[in-house]
């Protein structure tokens, strides 16, 4: 065999093998979490007297979301005076006027609420809470995004975990107000439960280290100055505090049986654009961290697994690669007559999907019980990952190489359910080239597919169409979304109450 055509395969089998090393690191969270779901965390006692905390609300541009937090932290059933209220609002819009309007009727319910307002963005979401940190009166800091909506009983569900010195912060769970309201924010919903159930509890109980989601979880304020620090030379200021915290020895608990629920977004381009920016994160959070965690004096299990955690998305990379080389692997193993490397190849094909699979479809029995359900979401949520490997690609590479880059917010709507609309209000796109090189990536998986048909390569073509479905899919609903206009009327609840005003 010519030595282009030994390069071709062999670099489609190298990288076939680095996303079954990732696949097997899957299965492993997996069995993490079936040997460790029973071992429930429990607070080592209570609080005599409550202490006091901080509730943190970093909001930016938030104008159709921002009243509804609000109300929502107005219901946490806690003491008034043991709570400090921190409104930490970047906004250069309307956001301003409806959170200082809000803020003010608070204060005259007897709230300690401070409305912070900064002319400069400086350090995006971490300069923000760093610089609340400065006058937050509590020794305690929970800290929601502005797409949340909290439960009145969850600042007394996870204050009591801090009777533990050792613990730096606790994580509740992520739920999700508008689930149902298209098929994007259900292979969303089933992508998060995957990470909250099996990541989440296999790392947390085993042992391992697990990183707070930068909404949703209640930090120790001492552990955060002890770690150095909200931090903004990264994306991911969650992940990146959280694994600095960590190697400190702090404690980190998550308890999924607290939830707080908050919006997916519904819109593809908004998603992407959550997307990159943690896949970018995580990638610059790696290239910071990743020579502290080699020389890190922790255990051995709980370093390469570190590892594994900070490098994930670098799996988008491989992915991509391997979608380009599938059409030339598959040309010259049926020109040169090489059936047999199909036993190399297949192994490693199956301990990818097979792990994802079971991964999702577990996370989904754990919190819904409904099997049958998670079986038909299951092929869209493969592909949609699949689909999404351009853009998250790009991302690892300009997390590694490229310059910093703004923290983009993911556009929130006031979205619960079908009869609210996401459409026509304004925000940032996606480049549309993008789009168009996703849309030619679904061509090309369409051509793969029919000359593996005609070559009769017929085991190659199910985790084809898996690539076919999923480029086309993001890439032709990225232009549809962005194809909207920009002007929309008032956007109701079934209750009257305002979730969207015109933009």
């Not at 093998?17 to 069995?31: E, K, P, S, V």
């Not at 992520?174 to 159930?197: C, E, K, P």
């Not at 994306?235 to 020895?249: C, I, N, P, V």
């Not at 940032?428 to 168009?436: L, P």
Request: proline letters at 4%.
């Amino acid at each position: 065999m010519p030595s282009l055509e030994c390069l071709v395969i062999g670099l489609y089998l190298g990288l076939l093998t680095i996303l079954g090393a990732y696949g097997f690191h899957r299965i492993q969270l997996l069995y993490l979490y079936l040997r460790y779901r029973k071992i429930k965390p429990q607070p080592i006692g209570r609080f005599d007297e409550l202490p006091r905390v901080t509730i943190q609300l970093p909001i930016y541009n938030e104008m159709y979301v921002v009243d509804r937090l609000l109300e929502s932290i107005a219901r946490i059933d806690y003491p008034k005076n043991k709570l400090d209220i921190q409104v930490l609002d970047d906004s250069t819009d309307e956001t301003q006027i409806i959170a200082r309007a809000k803020v003010e009727e608070l204060k005259k319910q007897g709230f300690d609420i401070a409305y912070v307002h900064r002319k400069q963005r400086k350090g995006f979401k971490a300069g923000a809470l760093q610089a609340g940190l400065q006058s937050a009166k509590g020794d305690f800091i929970l800290i929601f995004d502005a797409d949340f909506v909290p439960q009145p009983s969850i600042v007394k569900e996870l204050i009591h975990y801090f009777t533990d010195p050792q613990v730096g912060m606790v994580q509740a769970r992520w739920g999700h107000l508008n689930q149902s309201y298209s098929l994007l924010t259900q292979v969303q919903s089933m992508m998060l439960d995957g990470h909250f159930i099996i990541e989440h509890i296999g790392r947390n109980r085993s042992g391992r280290f697990f990183n707070f989601n930068g909404t949703g979880g209640m930090w120790r304020k001492s552990a955060i100055l002890d770690a150095g620090g909200w931090q903004d030379d990264t994306l991911t200021e969650d992940m990146d505090l959280s694994f600095r915290a960590q190697m400190r020895g702090w404690k980190f608990i998550y308890v999924p049986d607290i939830v707080t629920p908050a919006e997916l977004p519904c819109e593809i381009n908004a998603f992407k654009g959550q997307q990159f920016r943690w896949a970018k994160g995580s990638a610059q959070t790696t290239k910071k961290l990743f020579w502290q965690v080699i020389k890190a004096k922790i255990p051995l299990k709980v370093k390469i697994e570190l590892i594994f955690h900070m490098t994930n998305n670098f799996a988008y990379v491989f992915l991509l690669v391997l979608a380009v080389l599938q059409l030339p692997n598959m040309w010259l193993r049926h020109y040169f007559e090489s059936p047999k490397l199909v036993w190399f190849d297949l192994p490693l094909f199956m301990l990818t999907s097979a792990s994802i699979a079971a991964f999702y479809l577990v996370a989904h029995h754990a919190i819904y019980g409904r099997i049958l359900e998670a079986f038909w979401k299951l092929p869209m949520m493969m592909a949609v990952g699949i689909g999404l490997s351009l853009n998250n690609a790009r991302a690892v590479i300009e997390g590694l190489f490229g310059p910093h880059g703004e923290f983009v917010r993911t556009p929130k709507h006031g979205i619960t359910s079908r009869n609210h609309s996401w459409k026509n209000k304004k925000y940032k796109t996606s480049h549309q080239a993008y789009s168009w090189i996703e849309i030619i990536l679904g061509v090309y998986f369409l051509a793969t597919i029919l000359i593996a048909i005609a070559i009769g390569a017929w085991s190659t073509v199910p985790f084809l169409l898996l690539f076919m479905v999923g480029f086309l899919y993001v890439g032709f609903t990225s232009l549809i979304h962005s194809s909207q206009s920009v002007e929309q009327t008032n956007v109701t609840g079934q209750n009257g109450q305002l979730l969207c005003a015109k933009a």
